[in-house]
């Protein structure tokens, strides 16, 4: 999209929720006048965009699949290219009854809240090492009508998980931005909480140690970890090296760059060489 492109579409978003109308209202009517309030909180909006601050953080508002998820400034804004983990997680899953999925680093809730309404037999339980964080998720579960299916633990990764939950799936967006390419001001990223970006020196501390847990944990079911375009290929590496008898493989996003890690733990098929007692 070329940068006059979106600074019109902002421009629109912007109008459409200081109107309290959405774009297609703002089309039909273009030449509606503005009154002296509605043009102020216009010029107000614009101005917190204009240094930089995220369309979402000035309207409180964000779109994931296909549902709005309230999001401000303690919580990362749900990407487009995330759907595609839960879409992968809804797969995976497809034949399993009342699945329970644990979503790792669950922020607005974006994650967690979908795999719950679109599969009305599941459980989820939600982690997040951020109190704010998990305020945003549990207000989201209560708007969406999920609360009842959805747990929220505050706690650090999937140790924080109740040990005895048998997770049919398990799927994570966790912080893995390499600490030296963190966005600086006016980026909107910068505006994003550092806890849910920065990844450490290399992007995988927060994944070294889902990893590990996963791998303790021992379910079988299948793990979804979203990476960046520079991370997600040692993120695989990494995982591949943990999980004997797994089948791990990266997914694109629609830029066709490597952003989706997939970890699928089947049951080994017995072999000849197996000791029969
Ligand atoms: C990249 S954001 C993803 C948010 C949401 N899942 C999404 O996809 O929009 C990462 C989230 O992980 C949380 N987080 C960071 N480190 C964590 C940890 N060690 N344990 C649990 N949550 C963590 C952050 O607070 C943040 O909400």
Do not use: K
């Amino acid at each position: 999209m070329r940068p006059r492109d979106g600074a019109r579409y902002d421009a629109t978003s912007l109008l459409a929720f200081v109107l309290g109308r959405d774009a297609a209202w703002l089309l039909a009517h273009g030449d509606a006048p503005l009154s002296g309030v509605e043009r102020a909180r216009f010029e107000a909006a614009i101005a917190r965009r204009a240094r930089g601050e995220p369309v979402p953080y000035i309207t409180g508002v964000a779109g994931f699949f296909g549902r709005t998820f309230a999001v401000d400034a303690s919580v990362l804004v749900p990407r487009p290219e995330t759907e595609d983990a839960v879409a992968l997680a809804l797969a995976a899953t497809a034949a399993v009854a009342a699945p329970h999925y644990c979503d790792v680093g669950t922020g607005s809730g974006a994650i967690a809240l979908t795999l719950a309404l679109e599969r009305p037999d599941a459980t989820v339980t939600a982690i997040d090492v951020s109190p704010a964080a998990l305020a945003i998720a549990r207000r989201n579960a209560r708007a969406l009508g999920a609360e009842a299916r959805v747990r929220f633990v505050l706690g650090d990764g999937l140790a924080a998980a109740p040990p005895a939950a048998r997770f049919a799936c398990i799927v994570a967006n966790l912080p893995y931005v390499r600490t030296n390419d963190l966005a600086r001001a006016p980026d909107p990223t910068s505006f994003e909480p550092r806890l849910a970006l920065d990844g450490g020196a290399d992007g995988l501390d927060a994944y070294r140690a889902l990893v590990r847990d996963a791998v303790a944990r021992g379910d079988d079911g299948t793990l979804v970890m979203e990476g960046g375009p520079d991370t997600a290929r040692a993120l695989a590496d990494l995982a591949a090296g943990a999980f004997a008898d797994a089948r791990v493989e990266t997914v694109r996003d629609l830029a066709g760059l490597e952003r989706l890690v997939v970890v699928r733990r089947e049951r080994r098929a017995p072999s000849e060489n197996d000791v029969v007692p």
